[in-house]
């Protein structure tokens, strides 16, 4: 489910605006220091510094968005990779600098640590919250998607901007707030990863990998694809490395690669 809530939002970027956001990583790795940030610094609670990390990794990304990444939109492919992932060094330098390489960790209130026992089986208390916060990710996502006149609006814009121009809507806009609710969500997977996986300057390109694999598995664009697509991979993960160790750390890639062969546009791609 963490993997879910940091890729879901790369899957809307890339799947519905056709950009190629390497920089998605930077962002989650944004959210992680903003939390942190607000946590020691300014003494928020934990389910405070969620929020703030969201707003603050969509901000940041509507005026790159704005700014920068605009100008890329009818470039190639290639450029779109290679300024996305120039930003990603820039932020690990900009990171290391503010930060230092330590691990970051935060300390979670008293209800979120411990285990809780369900049907005899004692699970994390904090990973139980990630649960919930990720299908009410999908459930808001869906709804939003699907059900809203917004959810229209970037729908129409994305498969014909010159049609959804010629009746009036602002694709510019669109588009921005398009970008700012992918970057927010990775900016709340960055922040939720705290204390599963740690923080540091290295996050932007450690867990691209993943959360490229996520997208591809699962299908461009779409939400559900990205929810079945992280939880096949995340358990053949840690299935793999605890039943056949020696191969454990490469059974995602063989499984992409499977998949792809089978299912070329992902389980759930469209397109």
């Given at each position: 489910?963490l993997?879910?809530?940091?890729?879901?939002?790369?899957?809307?970027?890339?799947?519905?605006?056709?950009?190629?956001?390497?920089?998605?990583?930077?962002?989650g790795?944004?959210?992680g220091?903003v939390?942190?940030?607000?946590?020691?610094?300014?003494?928020?609670?934990?389910?405070?510094?969620l929020?703030?990390?969201?707003?603050?990794?969509a901000?940041?990304?509507?005026?790159?968005?704005?700014?920068?990444?605009?100008?890329?939109?009818?470039?190639?492919?290639?450029?779109?990779?290679?300024?996305?992932?120039?930003?990603?060094?820039?932020?690990?330098?900009?990171?290391?600098?503010?930060?230092?390489?330590?691990?970051?960790?935060?300390?979670?209130?008293?209800?979120?640590?411990?285990?809780?026992?369900?049907?005899?089986?004692?699970?994390?208390?904090?990973?139980?919250?990630?649960i919930?916060?990720?299908?009410?990710?999908?459930?808001?996502?869906?709804?939003?998607?699907?059900?809203?006149?917004?959810?229209?609006?970037i729908?129409?814009a994305v498969d014909?901007?010159?049609?959804?121009?010629?009746?009036?809507?602002?694709?510019?806009?669109?588009?921005?707030?398009?970008?700012?609710?992918?970057?927010?969500?990775?900016?709340?997977?960055?922040?939720?990863?705290?204390?599963?996986?740690?923080l540091?300057?290295?996050?932007?390109?450690?867990?691209?990998?993943?959360?490229?694999?996520v997208v591809?598995?699962?299908?461009?664009?779409?939400?559900?694809?990205?929810?079945?697509?992280?939880?096949?991979?995340?358990?053949?993960?840690?299935?793999g490395?605890?039943?056949?160790?020696?191969?454990?750390?490469?059974?995602?890639?063989?499984?992409?690669?499977?998949?792809?062969?089978?299912?070329?546009?992902?389980?759930?791609?469209r397109?």
């Open positions: 489910m993997l879910f809530v940091l890729s879901v939002g790369l899957s809307v970027t890339l799947g519905l605006m056709n950009f190629i956001n390497l920089a998605h990583g930077a962002f790795m944004l959210g220091y939390a942190v940030t607000a946590m020691r610094g300014l003494g928020l609670p934990f389910l405070a510094a929020p703030a990390a969201f707003l603050a990794a901000a940041i990304s509507i005026l790159l968005e704005r700014t920068l990444f605009r100008r890329l939109y009818r470039a190639g492919e290639l450029n779109q990779v290679l300024f996305t992932i120039g930003v990603v060094f820039v932020a690990t330098a900009m990171a290391t600098y503010a930060f230092g390489t330590v691990q970051q960790v935060i300390q979670l209130p008293g209800w979120l640590r411990g285990s809780v026992e369900v049907a005899g089986l004692r699970l994390g208390a904090y990973r139980i919250f990630i919930a916060v990720a299908l009410a990710v999908t459930g808001l996502l869906v709804f939003g998607l699907e059900r809203t006149r917004l959810g229209a609006r729908r129409a014909n901007q010159r049609v959804a121009q010629g009746l009036g809507l602002d694709v510019e806009k669109i588009f921005a707030v398009t970008f700012a609710l992918g970057s927010g969500l990775a900016g709340l997977g960055g922040a939720l990863a705290i204390e599963i996986v740690g540091d300057p290295s996050f932007g390109f450690h867990y691209l990998v993943y959360v490229l694999i591809s598995v699962g299908g461009l664009g779409s939400v559900a694809g990205s929810f079945f697509g992280a939880a096949l991979l995340g358990i053949c993960d840690v299935a490395k605890y039943f056949v160790p020696e191969i454990g750390s490469f059974l995602i890639y063989l499984l992409l690669v499977a998949i792809l062969f089978v299912r070329p546009l992902g389980l759930f791609g397109r």
